[in-house]
């Protein structure tokens, strides 16, 4: 895997294109805590969504590098 994918003709980076993935898991996610009401226990809610954010983003290159290879 090089590291980018070729959408016809343009070279866009795969970190992007797995963000562009993890952007809208990020927001069910958000939207499933603020129901059930958990964001109550959390501190800092920025910084938790953006290590949410981050750990979504981990799960779901690491998922599509090992479906792609």
């Known amino acids: 895997m090089t590291g980018e994918f070729d959408l016809h003709?343009?070279?866009?980076?795969?970190l992007l294109a797995w963000a562009a993935?993890?952007?809208?898991?990020?927001a069910l996610v958000r939207r499933l805590l603020q129901r059930?009401?958990?964001y109550r226990?959390?501190?800092h809610r920025p910084l938790f969504?953006?290590?949410?954010?981050?750990?979504l983003l981990g799960?779901?290159?690491a998922l599509g590098t090992?479906?792609?290879a």
């Open 9 to 14: 003709g343009i070279f866009v980076p795969s």
């Open 21 to 26: 993935l993890a952007l809208p898991a990020n």
């Open 36 to 38: 059930l009401g958990l």
């Open 41 to 43: 226990l959390v501190w």
């Open 49 to 55: 969504d953006l290590a949410l954010f981050v750990i």
């Open 59 to 61: 799960a779901i290159a």
């Open 66 to 68: 090992r479906l792609l």
